[in-house]
């Protein structure tokens, strides 16, 4: 402090102050320091929440709603899209449709939601399981089309294996044996038990498995 | 304008009073013509404002350069005067500081729910984004004044910088 | 931590070539400083606009509305509806008119003051040019919000840019996509890409290189510094002081310009409502209202010239403000120097200069009033339209001229005792601040 000139002091203070020992100015400069970053730690923190509104708000509209009990399956693309799936045109081991649920009631197609989408086919009811043969009717069996791996619709048949394969990292989920998981993915595919009324394929229950995405567990299964 | 005077930042200030209390003026008389408070502002009135931030703007830091550089350099490195005045200054700013920004995410908060009773009105939710910026612009300030050493330097005309 | 940098990136020779690189101190200089922080405002809220703007003109069914609204009206109110969105969109409305503002006065500053003299002539142009660039950025984001209001103002725009001689019609199809009307799906991407992308780059660069040219050209410095150390930047290092400065202006900034824009939101959508055939009454911005006062008072003749129209629109819309804007950028290259200005001449010193400033300030205010003409014809009912007219027009022509006599006759009287004053005491004042 001492040793410049007070004339020509920027800021002009002329009065000769108290000496002070540096040790008390490094510890107010400390606090001070400790304080204000405390205070802009805070204020940065609280502007971040202005991002929250970047969060879009999810909106359940009647096309997004979970499928439920008494929901008719529908065509999902194709010619006959949002048409009602006829069992009895269905081929056995020929071919799978991905198909989306209906509210009998309202006629909406609940076809917003990607969860929605449900894989359809029929089999030799011979070759099924006993435990997927007591939900399947007449060998038409329903399951979730949503990839246990990593969500992408299970879209493509292997006709000649007989299996549900999916495009996105080739996982294989057996319709014979409750979607068991072959390669790949995690968890087997839910099987939702299905009756048959007027021609129409109506969903009669909750799925064998919650619909989604499952993290893997030590269960046996194998993965590439 | 011969040094870093106060002068001018300080006509400036009174000028920037002068526009807002002008586009005020305007909001007065367009209410008396049209029998109603308009819910938009005139070009007029932003035009106004827009001059009057910017000179209140221009006058605020101007009046802070002195206070905080000093009317005019001199070479040298001239260290701080201590005092601990400045220190409670400070951490009362902060604890504000600190306070305003927990209110500021609650009013946030609250605009987000929709059902909300009483949603935050606008101005609320600028008034204390604004008064945390200006908190902190404080801080600084007290801090560049009291704990900083203040170096002036005389360089050469010809620097080595950009080429 | 510092250590480990700089063994790698050479840290103190950053330092010590750049980082403490003098600025000399002064008040004036904030005012540049105001106009950067206000664009860096601008793109950092247009950022968040840009998340949540859809650039559509589809019709989208939303509560409140019997009938469907353009999804890019609809996105307007989803960001208003967020939380501080509406404080966020009104704050970027606010920095645009207060970018131009503080540019202006920038300028304004730098002419006063002779800091446009060589060697800063190329710096001078640069920031016409973006004064100009500023101006044109925010009109193309006028029609973003496709409300009502929006669509009629950027309307007149449109017209005036078709009336340019031979070119018009093709620059404004391109600007636009088109004719501008409510049903042209194409206007809004094209104007969306112009606003948030094109001109912000163009803006960035040329902001660039104004700041690389002030580095290099050094400031014009406050007067004081000649007697303290001639020849030489009298000034703090760039780090840390001036750095500290400017983030204390920053936050100045923040915090005013926040508070408006929570307190007083610019541009209400909800209260103009999606574009109807209705016509709002609707009034230029007032950084057009200068040139729309002109349009507002020319007569309306029209000339044809090798199949170009030279009506009123061209005249007050385009070749007014263009012949402003050459004679600003003139405005150097009229008093050539040998010297190259170092320090900041003082307005009183300069009587004749300051006088013109001051004169042309009116000229812009009496501009401006004539855009007022219908509101006076709708306030006076007993006054004639010609009556108005000629009394703006005198008002105009007369009103520069006597600010100049006047401003030039006082300055003169006070200098002419300043200088006594000096002779008496030997030194000047401080009285010239």
């Known amino acids: 402090m001492a040793d410049h000139d007070h004339d020509t002091h920027a800021h002009g203070h002329e009065a000769a102050l108290e000496p002070e020992a540096p040790e008390a100015h490094a510890t107010r400069r400390a606090v001070l320091q400790a304080a204000i970053g405390m205070g802009a730690g805070a204020a940065v923190l609280s502007t971040l929440y202005v991002g929250a509104g970047l969060i879009p708000k999810k909106e359940i509209t009647p096309d997004r709603e979970p499928i439920a009990q008494g929901d008719v399956l529908v065509y999902s693309q194709g010619p006959k899209r949002g048409q009602p799936i006829n069992p009895a045109e269905l081929k056995p081991g020929a071919e799978m449709i991905v198909a989306y649920p209906m509210n009998p009631e309202s006629q909406v197609v609940k076809g917003a939601e990607l969860k929605n989408t449900l894989l359809v086919m029929k089999l030799d009811p011979g070759t099924l399981d006993a435990e997927t043969a007591k939900l399947a009717a007449e060998g038409v069996v329903v399951y979730s089309g949503v990839c246990k791996h990593l969500g992408c619709v299970v879209s493509n048949w292997v006709a000649d294996k007989q299996l549900m394969l999916c495009p996105c990292h080739g996982a294989l989920y057996d319709p014979k044996e409750s979607g068991k998981a072959l390669i790949v993915a995690p968890k087997p595919l839910g099987q939702f038990p299905i009756k048959l009324e007027n021609n129409r394929i109506v969903i009669a229950g909750e799925p064998t498995r919650p619909i989604g995405v499952e993290a893997a567990t030590d269960d046996g299964i194998r993965r590439v | 304008m011969y040094r870093n005077d106060t002068v001018v930042p300080a006509f400036a200030i009174i000028f920037a009073i002068a526009l807002f209390y002008m586009a005020y003026l305007v909001t007065q008389r367009v209410a008396a013509l049209s029998g109603h408070t308009p819910a938009e502002l005139t070009v007029g009135q932003i035009g106004l404002m827009a001059f009057g931030a910017v000179l209140f703007m221009y006058g605020f830091i101007g009046l802070l350069s002195n206070w905080l550089e000093g009317a005019e350099l001199r070479p040298g490195k001239h260290e701080p005067e201590a005092s601990s005045v400045p220190v409670v200054a400070g951490v009362i700013l902060s604890l504000a500081l600190a306070a305003a920004s927990g209110l500021f995410v609650r009013t946030l908060v609250l605009a987000a729910n929709k059902e909300a009773e009483f949603p935050p009105p606008t101005w609320l939710q600028g008034g204390l984004f604004a008064a945390m910026m200006l908190i902190i612009a404080l801080l600084i300030a007290i801090y560049k004044k009291f704990f900083m050493a203040e170096e002036v330097l005389a360089e050469d005309e010809k620097g080595e910088f950009p080429w | ?433």
Do not use: C
Request: overall charge positive.
């Open chain 3, 1 to 433: 931590m510092y250590q480990w940098l700089d063994e790698r990136l050479d840290l103190s020779r950053l330092n010590t070539k750049f980082l403490r690189k003098a600025f000399p101190v002064h008040h004036s200089f904030f005012l540049g400083e105001i106009t950067l922080f206000a664009f860096v405002v601008l793109v950092l809220t247009g950022i968040f606009l840009t998340l949540n703007y859809e650039p559509s003109t589809r019709p989208v069914k939303i509560e409140g509305y019997n009938d469907p609204v353009p999804a890019a009206y609809a996105s307007i109110l989803y960001i208003d509806s967020l939380p501080f969105g509406a404080v966020l969109r009104s704050l970027h409305h606010w920095s645009a008119h207060i970018m131009i503002a503080a540019a202006f006065l920038h300028m304004l500053r730098i002419h006063l003051t002779g800091a446009y003299k060589k060697p800063r002539e190329l710096n001078w142009l640069i920031g016409i040019v973006l004064l100009v660039l500023a101006i044109v950025t925010a009109f193309t984001g006028y029609a973003l919000p496709f409300d009502n209001y929006a669509l009629t103002a950027t309307g007149i725009g449109y017209h005036i840019g078709e009336a340019a001689p031979w070119l018009g019609k093709a620059m404004s199809a391109i600007l636009f996509a088109g004719e501008l009307e409510a049903s042209n799906t194409k206007t809004i991407p094209r104007l969306f890409s112009i606003h948030v992308l094109w001109l912000p780059l163009l803006l960035l660069a040329m902001i660039g290189a104004h700041l690389l040219l002030m580095v290099k050209q050094k400031h014009t410095q406050p007067k004081y510094a000649e007697k303290v150390a001639p020849g030489r930047i009298l000034g703090v290092p760039a780090m840390p002081q001036q750095a500290v400065m400017m983030g204390v202006l920053f936050l100045v900034y923040v915090a005013v310009t926040t508070f408006i824009a929570g307190a007083f939101l610019a541009h209400p959508v909800e209260a103009f409502g999606p574009p109807t055939p209705n016509t709002p009454s609707v009034k230029p911005d007032w950084y057009f209202m200068w040139i729309y006062g002109i349009l507002q008072i020319l007569p309306q003749w029209d000339l044809k010239i090798l199949g170009a129209n030279f009506g009123p629109q061209f005249v007050g819309g385009i070749l007014v403000p263009t012949l402003i804007i050459l004679g600003a950028m003139a405005i150097p290259f009229l008093e050539p120097q040998k010297e190259k200005q170092r320090y900041l001449e003082l307005p009183s010193q300069h009587p004749r200069r300051t006088s013109f400033v001051l004169a042309m300030l009116m000229f812009y205010i009496m501009a401006t009033l004539a855009g007022y003409k219908i509101d006076f014809l709708n306030a006076n009912p007993n006054l004639s339209s010609g009556t108005l007219i000629a009394i703006l027009w005198v008002l105009l022509i007369v009103a520069p001229i006597l600010t100049y006599i006047i401003s030039y006759i006082l300055m003169k009287a006070a200098y002419r005792s300043r200088e006594v004053e000096i002779e008496f005491t030997g030194r000047a004042s401080a009285a010239d601040d």
